[in-house]
């Protein structure tokens, strides 16, 4: 079997298992609910110890003697799946963070908050936040992107959009789940500053942004299972963030009972195996001493209900709203601002709607939007998307469409044809096939792919790409030859809708890369001590021993790169990107003036006034990265502390504002455990992408008395 249809026999299982639909019973319940305190002590302990464990896949369970009401939980960043309703599918996470737009993902945050409210879902098993440490992860386009300021914002705004309507959010995976080759035996193995930098700070700002759940992670953390990882559950998460929502374990990921019980998850899902009845039970007889570790978790998981008024309403909302066109038109906003124009020669794009009148389509994926990824997070309704000919037919019936299936390079007509046209869009790239949890990704596009996109190039000098993946891929091979490539993501339901609008100038591009697009896949660093199998697919890899700590074999994935990972490492020790972070091309022109930098109590306001020179409107991003003092493999030469999206009208000008505390300036001190600031000469530098800047400023930092605690120091100009 070769490994594409591995991988389709593998979504088929996984869509089974995942995607019955179900329709969440209703409760109608008495608004008057028990007080914590009457919860716990007045639940026996057969109750209690039923209640740390999920039922029915994906549930809280009732407890109907004190008309404790059931919590249905569901996957997850994008959308709602599995359940029987029309729900819309939002752009994959990726595609957020590629907005660099924290107020439109709280938009959609709110109505996807309504359509749980509308389907009876009251804990959501998202955002992911995981760092893309290396390319070819089956799940970045899960998570929100290489670097942990901009996943952290984003993700909190959608927290707190999806928060508003009384629905928990569950932040995942909670830790260092950078890739799936083995993910239930591989054991990450990273430094404490290299956590506390880069892998844990979008959790922490997640976490005070209000998220009430964290899920943990399949892999164990230096040598620890993350269900039960006491120095990242006890220590940081609940002792120094002050987190008291509730911890979910990942599907299947205990290995045992008294860990977890002690210092880990507050619940195992999807059902009890290492916290089933007659386990917990033997414990806590054992150990009478341990049941307060019980009521502490059935008090996490309480605490979530009441603050969420989860137990004061019935379960399903019939007023609140879901797939309705305002809900689309969200999601369509989010999809067309995420989408990143990385190249435009002799501006092609925008197709200019007099001199169009004939255009070719081709691809493999010329038959329907991929809309999402695979496995846990692909919501079945829409598999796959509307094919963006439908789209441009409908919305320009003048135009002639062409769309070529399959090889249709060997008929002379249609190479004629093509070679006429006033331009060939491929549409080219992967699916929920290629890129899903479970297995990492291929790094090259598949064959069929690039010989559509060389035939069509040797043709037709107006070819373009529309590459749809989570994820850098292999484009130095081919990046030359079009005229324009699109970077789309998966977008969602409203796919094809999006892109018609950037082909035909509706909207900009204002999408921004949340990754490096390196040249080649040796280019990262990570990948050197990466496993060289990682396109291989074998099920015993993917399933063997998950949840038997005795069939296993835990081996080590060390991560000797330390913090020089995506950007870090490229603008650090190189070497230069393909197309850097932050990228991203408008149509528009940008001109930058006046950075200054002004103290506000114990924050730092700087700013700069940003300039649309162009006779266009357009939308820009304003990055700001701090250089520190001494730039070496622990001190990145760049690191994003700021960012800014602003529309700006031709000749408008504004100031633009960020906000900087003493962390921005601050690096994990190991001896004293606790962040201090790194005095001396640092840089504040305003730019468009992590390598192009275009303002710079010296600010020299006193080391200040008491730094282990943040105090911010003084900061001289
Ligand atoms: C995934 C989680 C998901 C869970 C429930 C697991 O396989 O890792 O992200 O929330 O399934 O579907």
């Given amino acids: 079997m070769t490994t594409h249809m591995k991988r389709k026999l593998l979504q088929f299982l996984m869509n089974r298992f995942f995607l019955g639909l179900r329709k969440i019973p209703d409760q109608r319940i008495e608004p008057t609910q028990p007080s914590l305190d009457q919860v716990t002590s007045g639940m026996h302990l057969d109750e209690k110890i039923d209640y740390v464990s999920g039922v029915e896949s994906f549930c809280v369970r009732p407890i109907k003697r004190m008309e404790i009401p059931a919590m249905w939980m569901s996957d997850a960043t994008s959308g709602i799946r599995g359940v029987d309703a029309p729900v819309t599918i939002f752009p994959s996470a990726i595609a ?120 943990s992670a399949y892999n164990p953390i230096n040598g620890s299972y993350a269900s039960e990882h006491s120095h990242l559950i ?97 999601a369509a906003s989010v999809a067309s601002e995420s989408i ?56 320009y019936p003048e135009v002639r469409i062409n769309v070529y299936r399959g090889k249709w390079w060997r008929s002379e007509k249609k190479r004629n044809l093509l070679a006429k046209a006033d331009v060939v869009i491929a549409t080219v790239g992967f699916n929920h096939i290629h890129e899903s949890e479970s297995y990492d990704r291929q790094w090259r596009m598949d064959k069929i792919d690039r010989w559509h996109l060389d035939h069509a190039c040797s043709l037709n000098e107006h070819t373009m790409v529309v590459f749809h993946g989570g994820g850098a891929v292999e484009m130095s091979s081919w990046v030359d030859t079009p005229q ?48 060289k199998d990682f396109e291989e697919i074998r099920l015993s890899r993917i399933q063997g021993g998950q949840g038997n700590p005795h069939k296993r074999n835990i081996w080590q994935l060390h991560y000797l790169e330390g913090l020089m990972v995506g950007y870090r490492q490229f603008a650090t020790v190189g070497p230069e990107p393909l197309f850097p972070f932050g990228f991203g091309l408008t149509y528009a022109e940008f001109a930058y003036d006046d950075l200054s930098l002004q103290q506000m109590h114990e924050r730092w306001k700087v700013t700069c006034t940003i300039t649309n020179t162009s006779q266009r409107s357009g939308t820009e991003v304003a990055q700001l990265y701090i250089r520190p003092p001494v730039v070496d493999r622990n001190h990145p030469a760049i690191q994003l502390k700021g960012f800014y999206k602003i529309h700006l009208y031709p000749k408008e000008s504004s100031i633009v504002e960020f906000h900087l505390s003493a962390r921005a300036f601050s690096e994990w001190d190991g001896k004293k455990s606790a962040w201090a600031v790194v005095p001396g000469i640092h840089t504040i530098i305003i730019g468009t992408s992590s390598m192009d800047h275009r303002l710079s400023m010296d600010v020299e930092i006193k080391d200040s008395p008491d730094h282990g605690r943040n105090d911010p120091g003084t900061i001289t100009i």
């Fill in 96 to 215: 957020m963070a590629a907005t660099w737009n924290p107020d439109l993902i709280e938009t959609l945050g709110r109505a996807l908050g309504e359509e749980c409210r509308a389907t009876g879902i009251s804990i959501l098993l998202g955002p992911g936040v995981n760092i893309a440490r290396i390319p070819i992860n089956g799940r970045n386009f899960e998570y929100m992107g290489e670097d942990p300021h901009l996943a952290g914002s984003i993700a909190s705004s959608y927290v707190r959009g999806v928060q508003s309507k009384g629905v928990a959010t569950t932040v995942k995976h909670f830790a260092c789940n950078n890739s799936e080759y083995d993910r239930h035996k591989c054991d990450s193995v990273v430094s404490e500053k290299v956590l506390r930098e880069l892998y844990l700070p979008a959790f922490e700002a997640v976490v005070a942004a209000g998220t009430e759940g964290v899920m």
């Fill in 234 to 330: 006890e220590d940081i998460l609940r002792n120094e963030w002050g987190f008291s929502g509730m911890v979910v374990s990942d599907w299947n990921s205990l290995y045992s009972t008294e860990g977890p019980l002690l210092h880990g998850v507050d619940i195992e899902m999807p059902k009890g195996k290492w916290f089933s009845h007659t386990r917990l039970k033997q414990t806590i007889e054992a150990h009478p001493h341990w049941e307060p570790y019980l009521d502490r978790k059935i008090e996490h998981i309480r605490g979530v209900s009441e603050r969420m008024g989860i137990a004061d309403r019935p379960l399903i909302d019939d007023n609140s709203p879901c797939g309705t066109a305002a809900h689309k038109s969200i």
């Fill in 340 to 395: 990143v124009l990385l190249k435009n020669k002799h501006n092609l794009l925008p197709l200019k709607r007099n001199e169009i009148t004939h255009v070719v389509i081709i691809g493999s994926l010329v038959a329907g939007e991929p809309i999402g990824g695979g496995g846990s997070s692909f919501i079945k309704q829409g598999e796959p998307g509307a094919p963006i000919h439908a789209e441009i037919k409908a919305r």
């Fill in 484 to 531: 324009a490539i699109l970077f789309c993501w998966y977008l969602g339901e409203t796919s094809a809708k999006a892109i018609t609008d950037v082909l035909f100038g509706e909207t900009d591009p204002t999408g921004r890369l949340p990754i490096s697009l390196a040249r080649k896949l040796e280019d990262w660093e990570a990948m050197e001590h990466y496993p």
